[in-house]
């Protein structure tokens, strides 16, 4: 059984471009959250989707939006990169409610330069 | 003021030792989530354990236990007998309620724990 998969696992950005990252839930799973997390730090909340709608949003500017689609799976945008962009960001999915906790992907990994 | 504060930054032991991992958290809130999760060089998160704020039974899981006591605000993280596979960063969370249901969690800095042979 698969778990949460994230694609790319690495990418390079010019800063001033704009990225998509894919993310696939683990089977079953309907909630999908994005973290971005620096080196050396914690995962930052950034949003979580259920049945297709952002339903909460963290302290990140309107630069990160998302998309979650019929099958689940979602897509984390991000316009204008900025050098700061540059960290990991995981993917998490989970069915339940708050209570469940979260099954998280490998990340990818995005380098703005 | 942080919300989840782990304080240790790096924790290195040897093998079978007993390590304890500290996380404190700070929330006005009577109802919230506490998580323990394990990041090993790989990347992805594992999911250890969570707490609701009404359950302050400890829990024990194997060579895992789990210390949760509001009075301190504290939910830590004892790992018995430690072995070189539980070298990994591991992250205490809070998630706390923001209305209509919804919760937003908060990530500690994390605990790096290097266990040597």
């Known amino acids: 059984d698969a778990g949460v998969t994230q694609s790319p696992t690495h990418l390079i950005k010019t800063r001033g471009q704009q990225v998509t990252l894919r993310c696939s839930p683990k089977?079953?799973?309907?909630?999908v959250s994005w973290y971005q997390q620096a080196l050396g730090q914690g995962p930052q909340f950034i949003f979580q989707y259920y049945e297709e709608e952002e339903r909460q949003r963290g302290n990140f500017p309107d630069r990160f939006s998302g998309h979650q689609f019929p099958n689940y799976s979602s897509e984390l945008n991000v316009n204008a990169l900025l050098l700061g962009d540059s960290a990991l960001y995981l993917c998490a999915s989970r069915y339940g409610g708050e209570g469940y906790g979260y099954t998280f992907g490998s990340g990818t990994r995005l380098t703005v330069v | 003021a942080q919300k989840v504060t782990q304080a240790q930054t790096e924790i290195s032991v040897v093998e079978k030792e007993d390590v304890t991992l500290d996380c404190v958290y700070e929330?006005?809130?009577?109802?919230?989530?506490l998580f323990w999760y394990k990041q090993p060089p790989s990347g992805e998160l594992v999911f250890l354990i969570r707490?609701?704020?009404?359950?302050?039974q400890n829990e024990i899981s194997g060579r895992y236990s789990w210390n949760f006591q509001k009075s301190t605000s504290s939910f830590n993280f004892t790992i018995t007998a430690s072995q070189v596979v539980d070298s990994a960063v591991y992250f205490c969370?809070?998630?706390?309620?923001?209305?209509?249901?919804?919760?937003?969690?908060?990530f500690g800095r994390g605990t790096s724990l290097i266990v040597h042979p």
């Open positions: 707490r609701n704020s009404f359950d302050e």
């Open positions: 929330t006005r809130d009577t109802t919230y989530y």
């Open positions: 089977s079953g799973h309907d909630t």
């Open positions: 969370a809070l998630s706390e309620p923001i209305g209509g249901g919804s919760y937003i969690p908060t």
